[in-house]
T-cell receptor, first 110, second 112 residues
């Protein structure tokens, strides 16, 4: 069993819809949670960072962490075609080594 | 932009040949990482470095070696490339307010 599980998708939504992404993890030592966005043939870039249970908002993006269930989510409101990318969750216990999920490919159709 | 460049960006080689990939950073970051990315597996850590001449293995280090003789350069070597090492390789550094990792543009390696 992988330490971090993520549905590979693809997830196809119409423009303006809410995109819902999630990851589950198995190690309760994980304390810091990140979401990266990766456009095709590019390196991943950090989108959201959180270290506690609850919600964190940044513009159209909301990251949610439930440590009791070992479950993290990313919501994208009012999705745009430019949001089409692969989204990777990344989790760490100590901060200097990340464990990544496999990534979910998202396609937002105009 | 964390000032990370990777070279070469694309390489095709044959089984059994040695290959060296280079990662160069301009921000004087202490930690550097090498990952490979494959469909269905996401990003997997190969090796990382926490300073000049200080390196450690990641989860998929077999068949790979690394060297860091200068802060700005982190080299990944495949001593004898195999077809299973066909992948996209990303270099990353650690920095920022949240100790996030910044990634380079990647090297696409094909081993025939």
């Amino acid at each position: 069993q992988k330490e971090v599980e993520q549905d590979p998708g693809p997830l196809s939504v119409p423009e303006g819809a809410i995109v819902s992404l999630n990851c589950t993890y198995s190690n309760s030592a994980f304390q810091y949670f990140m979401w990266y966005r990766q456009y095709s043939r590019k390196g991943p870039e950090l989108l959201m960072y959180t270290y506690s249970s609850g919600n964190k908002e940044d513009g159209r993006f909301t990251a949610q962490v439930d440590k009791s269930s070992k479950y993290i989510s990313l919501f994208i409101r009012d999705s745009q075609p430019s949001d089409s990318a692969t989204y990777l969750c990344a989790i760490t216990a100590a901060g200097n080594k990340l464990t990544f999920g496999g990534g979910t490919r998202v396609l937002v159709k105009p | 932009d964390a000032g990370i460049t990777q070279s070469p960006r694309h390489k095709v080689t044959e089984t059994g040949t040695p290959v060296t990939l280079r990662c160069h950073q301009t921000e004087n970051h202490r930690y550097m990482y090498w990952y490979r990315q494959d469909p269905g597996h996401g990003l997997r850590l190969i090796h990382y470095s926490y300073g000049v001449k200080d390196t450690d293995k990641g989860e998929v280090s077999d068949g790979y070696s690394v060297s860091r003789s200068k802060t700005e350069d982190f080299l990944l070597t495949l001593e004898s490339a195999t077809s299973s090492q066909t992948s996209v390789y990303f270099c990353a550094t650690l920095a920022g307010e949240y100790n996030e990792q910044f990634f380079g543009p990647g090297t696409r390696l094909t081993v025939l």
